[in-house]
């Protein structure tokens, strides 16, 4: 059984409006180095995918420079390989109207001479919102021994209300077939088993559903357009076990950086040696630490220079930290520079940022302070 992959840039950039305001959901940066498309592209790879679309939508410069041609994840390839797709609009002929989309399912329709063109048995869906590493050739195994139509990865999850219909929960019975399609409300309470956006959809399948997509009127892709086929096609869940993390939030994102300070956690998202995470690669001198400097449960990217203290702090390339200051519990984006006597506790700088001398800052683990690209302070 062969596979192509399709991932979905922006669909919940406004989840995250702080970082998405001149970048896409998939090139937000994370964990010192990487981009989180890098979790989702490095899953297909790994896997033996070597074909993938990337929907995109607005603000994809820095997603097209990022990826470029593909090479760093091996997929620079005459045939094949990775390809941006931009929104497609035509008043003529276009299924959704000459308009930009607004959902997964209109996303896909603008994507479909891409999907009508790949000759591969499945699709693989997936977001870029997830961070994992998932060994999608177990999933295709699971998909291919069932003989089912549609695979949802899924993950056990505590929910706890919030924005009605912000998961969409897979009810299945003890064989893994599912029953029940279903959006989360503000009083969904307890553990469920939650889409993770990561599903496995025979390529025919796919598009029969988007051709009737268009004669329905359907919006929602999992609880309109699959859940009306639910009964006349076999669709399975397949449970992941592994480390899971989902940027619904700045509290989230925060979140998740600082649990790649854990041991535990880092090993199992790059601790598998067949399974290693990609990312554009750059030529940086190594970090410099000037006699004085102090770091304690960190994660230095090269091309810094520590002269202050830092602890449980994540700083991307090119980060400078003068004499006198203390960052602690924070972030800070790639080229961000601060004076001296700085104090800096749970907050995240976005690129370029500048803090002059003597600035105390200061957020909370939820709800952190969020300074934006190329600010002074």
């Known amino acids: 059984m062969t596979?192509?992959?399709?991932?979905?840039?922006?669909?919940?950039?406004?989840?995250?409006?702080?970082?998405?305001?001149e970048r896409t959901m998939?090139?937000?940066?994370?964990?010192?180095?990487?981009?989180l498309v890098d979790f989702t592209l490095s899953n297909m790879v790994n896997s033996g995918i070597d074909k993938v679309g990337i929907i995109t939508h607005n603000n994809?410069?820095?997603?097209?420079?990022?990826?470029?041609?593909?090479?760093?994840?091996?997929?620079?390839?005459r045939s094949g390989g990775v390809?941006?797709?931009?929104?497609?609009?035509?008043?003529?002929?276009?299924?959704?109207?000459?308009?930009?989309?607004?959902?997964?399912?209109?996303?896909?329709?603008?994507?479909?001479?891409?999907?009508?063109?790949?000759?591969?048995?499945?699709?693989?869906?997936?977001?870029?919102?997830?961070?994992?590493?998932?060994?999608l050739n177990?999933?295709?195994?699971?998909?291919?021994?069932t003989g089912a139509d549609v695979t949802f990865?899924?993950?056990?999850?505590?929910?706890?209300?919030?924005?009605?219909?912000a998961h969409t929960i897979i009810v299945a019975n003890?064989?893994?077939?599912?029953?029940?399609?279903?959006?989360?409300?503000?009083?969904?309470?307890?553990?469920?088993?939650?889409?993770?956006?990561?599903?496995?959809?025979?390529?025919?399948?796919?598009?029969?559903?988007?051709?009737?997509?268009?004669?329905?009127?359907?919006?929602?892709?999992?609880?309109?357009?699959?859940?009306?086929?639910?009964?006349?096609?076999?669709?399975?869940?397949?449970n992941f076990d592994g480390y899971y993390a989902e940027i619904g939030d700045l509290a989230s994102y925060y979140a998740a950086n600082m649990q790649i300070l854990c041991g535990d956690v880092r090993s199992e998202l790059f601790g598998e040696k067949n399974r290693p995470v990609y990312t554009k690669v750059r030529n940086s001198a190594p970090t410099k630490y000037v006699d004085g400097a102090k770091v304690k449960n960190s994660v230095i990217a090269d091309g810094c220079v520590i002269e202050g203290t830092v602890e449980n702090s994540i700083l991307f390339r090119?980060?400078?930290?003068?004499?006198?200051?203390?960052v602690k519990n924070s972030i800070m984006l790639q080229d961000s520079v601060t004076g001296e006597n700085v104090t800096l506790n749970c907050v995240i700088t976005d690129k370029n940022v500048t803090i002059r001398d003597d600035v105390t800052l200061s957020g909370h683990e939820t709800q952190p302070f969020y300074i934006s690209k190329g600010k002074m302070i």
């Not at 596979?3 to 305001?21: C, K, Q, V, W, Y």
């Not at 994507?111 to 060994?135: F, G, R």
């Not at 990865?153 to 219909?165: H, P, Q, S």
Request: with cysteine; hydrophobic share 40%; net charge negative.
């Open 3 to 21: 596979a192509a992959g399709l991932i979905f840039s922006n669909i919940h950039d406004r989840s995250i409006p702080e970082m998405t305001a």
């Open 26 to 35: 998939a090139s937000i940066p994370f964990g010192g180095r990487y981009r």
């Open 60 to 77: 994809y410069r820095s997603l097209m420079d990022h990826i470029g041609n593909g090479k760093d994840w091996d997929l620079a390839r």
């Open 83 to 135: 390809r941006i797709l931009p929104p497609y609009v035509s008043a003529s002929d276009s299924p959704i109207g000459g308009k930009l989309y607004t959902n997964r399912l209109e996303a896909m329709l603008g994507a479909i001479d891409y999907i009508n063109h790949c000759d591969e048995d499945v699709m693989v869906l997936s977001d870029c919102d997830d961070i994992c590493n998932i060994d």
């Open 138 to 145: 177990a999933v295709l195994d699971n998909h291919e021994e």
């Open 153 to 165: 990865v899924t993950k056990k999850m505590e929910l706890d209300g919030g924005k009605a219909g």
């Open 174 to 238: 003890e064989d893994g077939t599912v029953k029940e399609i279903v959006d989360s409300s503000p009083m969904t309470r307890g553990e469920y088993d939650v889409c993770t956006n990561i599903v496995v959809i025979n390529r025919g399948f796919l598009v029969s559903l988007l051709h009737s997509a268009v004669s329905y009127g359907w919006k929602n892709f999992y609880t309109e357009a699959l859940a009306s086929v639910l009964a006349s096609s076999k669709m399975v869940a397949y």
């Open 318 to 326: 090119g980060v400078r930290v003068r004499k006198g200051t203390v």
